[in-house]
């Protein structure tokens, strides 16, 4: 359970109350919060959250511990699609020395939480959970290095920056599958992201006016 | 917190089981080992053990929300957890449950316990918590 007030003495009061009614642990200023490591720095007014251990823990589950960092969650200019062909002994070992699903799934996670950043590229990857083939597992292991080499990100709210800011955006019919487009938005408050997504349409568009006012539209 | 009464008619008693699991801290190291005597809420019949189930949950966006309000507004953020939360809730349903292996009474092996308070594993025990915080904050 999470309270914030503005002052230590109403807070205190606040506890005292809840402890008459319920057997409380107080576990003092919010450190550890559903996974998330919260930072808050009241000099300088910062407030920020990271997920540096659990992503530590997905790259040492994936064997990924001592990888090369890239600075891109993606390879930029390639595009996926679903396999057309069965892999080669090879590329079948190659497949499964990471698990596509879990591996996705635990960075699912953590986009979630604190990392909007993976957010595109985890709504690609996921898409082929079914039956992954070997450009999907390189591009598994691209963001991973990408994960490695930008693990110190964090969020940041501050109290230097104003109001609710929105951005949304899609791609036009780049599911090479089945034609549709990926809408992607994300909100703002006070200098850190509160709410944001990835996600391919559930329609079929003719043109990229309707993508991104449908884009839009999910946004609101 | 329970009563020791013989099952009235009609009615069947759920069964219960210990599950035993580890604390870990944020680094994966073991600091207790934690023991939880649960309810088979499987068992229970909507309608008779149970009606309503459904239990508010935090959306993850709120959370973010009053984080940043945190940030922006410089407020004291403080966390806290309530001990054994679903077992401070009262139960509006009459449930019975069998007597748990070891812990038979001599005398009237074949009653069964009415519980007073929620345990883990009923159907109703999330919903009944939260009822419970809600009305008094």
Same mark, same amino acid.
């Given at each position: 359970?999470?309270?914030?007030?503005?002052?230590?003495?109403?807070?205190?009061?606040?506890?005292?109350?809840?402890?008459?009614?319920?057997?409380?642990?107080?576990?003092?200023?919010?450190?550890?919060? $559903?996974?998330?490591? %919260?930072?808050?720095?009241?000099?300088?007014? =910062?407030?920020?959250? #990271?997920?540096?251990?659990? !992503?530590?823990?997905?790259?040492?589950?994936?064997?990924?511990?001592?990888?090369?960092?890239?600075?891109?969650?993606?390879?930029?200019?390639?595009?996926?699609?679903?396999?057309?062909?069965?892999?080669?002994?090879?590329?079948?070992?190659?497949?499964?020395?990471?698990?596509?699903?879990?591996?996705?799934?635990?960075?699912?996670?953590?986009?979630?939480?604190?990392?909007?950043?993976?957010?595109?590229?985890?709504?690609?990857?996921?898409?082929?959970?079914?039956?992954?083939?070997?450009?999907?597992?390189?591009?598994?292991?691209? $963001?991973?290095?990408? %994960?490695?080499?930008?693990?110190?990100?964090? =969020?940041?709210?501050? #109290?230097?920056?104003?109001? !609710?800011?929105?951005?949304?955006?899609?791609?036009?019919?780049?599911?090479?599958?089945?034609?549709?487009?990926?809408?992607?938005?994300?909100?703002?408050?006070?200098?850190?992201?509160?709410?944001?997504?990835?996600?391919?349409?559930?329609?079929?568009?003719?043109?990229?006016?309707?993508?991104?006012?449908?884009?839009?539209?999910?946004?609101? | 917190?329970?009563?020791?009464?013989?099952?009235?008619?009609?009615?069947?008693?759920?069964?219960?089981?210990?599950?035993?699991?580890?604390?870990?801290?944020?680094?994966?190291?073991?600091?207790?080992?934690?023991?939880?005597?649960?309810?088979?809420?499987?068992?229970?019949?909507?309608?008779?053990?149970?009606?309503?189930?459904?239990?508010?949950?935090?959306?993850?966006?709120?959370?973010?929300?009053?984080?940043?309000?945190?940030?922006?507004?410089?407020?004291?953020?403080?966390?806290?957890?309530?001990?054994?939360?679903?077992?401070?809730?009262?139960?509006?349903?009459?449930?019975?449950?069998?007597?748990?292996?070891?812990?038979?009474?001599?005398?009237?092996?074949?009653?069964?316990?009415?519980?007073?308070?929620?345990?883990?594993?009923?159907?109703?025990?999330?919903?009944?918590?939260?009822?419970?915080?809600?009305?008094?904050?």
């Amino acid at each position: 359970m999470l309270a914030a007030l503005n002052s230590r003495d109403y807070l205190n009061g606040f506890k005292v109350q809840l402890k008459q009614h319920f057997d409380l642990t107080d576990l003092g200023p919010a450190k550890h919060f $559903l996974g998330m490591h %919260i930072t808050h720095n009241h000099e300088k007014r =910062l407030l920020s959250i #990271s997920q540096k251990t659990y !992503l530590e823990k997905i790259l040492e589950n994936a064997g990924m511990s001592q990888c090369n960092p890239v600075g891109t969650p993606m390879t930029p200019g390639v595009t996926l699609q679903k396999v057309t062909r069965p892999p080669t002994a090879d590329e079948a070992t190659a497949i499964t020395s990471i698990p596509y699903c879990r591996t996705i799934g635990k960075l699912n996670y953590a986009m979630r939480t604190t990392r909007p950043d993976i957010a595109f590229t985890i709504s690609c990857l996921s898409r082929y959970m079914e039956s992954p083939g070997i450009d999907h597992h390189h591009q598994l292991k691209h $963001l991973l290095r990408y %994960i490695h080499g930008m693990m110190d990100l964090t =969020l940041v709210f501050s #109290s230097m920056d104003d109001g !609710l800011i929105g951005y949304s955006d899609s791609d036009y019919a780049a599911d090479r599958d089945d034609s549709k487009s990926t809408s992607m938005y994300v909100y703002q408050l006070f200098g850190g992201p509160i709410s944001w997504k990835a996600q391919k349409q559930s329609v079929v568009v003719t043109s990229t006016t309707e993508a991104k006012y449908i884009g839009l539209s999910s946004a609101s | 917190m329970h009563r020791l009464m013989p099952l009235p008619e009609g009615r069947k008693a759920i069964g219960s089981r210990w599950v035993f699991s580890l604390k870990t801290d944020e680094d994966g190291n073991v600091i207790r080992h934690k023991a939880r005597f649960m309810a088979q809420g499987y068992t229970q019949v909507e309608g008779i053990d149970y009606t309503e189930t459904f239990a508010a949950v935090a959306k993850y966006d709120t959370v973010q929300i009053l984080l940043a309000l945190a940030a922006k507004f410089d407020l004291e953020l403080d966390q806290m957890d309530v001990r054994t939360a679903f077992l401070n809730a009262e139960l509006k349903e009459d449930i019975y449950l069998k007597q748990p292996a070891g812990f038979e009474d001599p005398e009237h092996p074949d009653w069964v316990w009415k519980l007073e308070k929620a345990l883990y594993g009923l159907k109703q025990a999330g919903y009944e918590w939260n009822q419970m915080l809600d009305e008094y904050i």
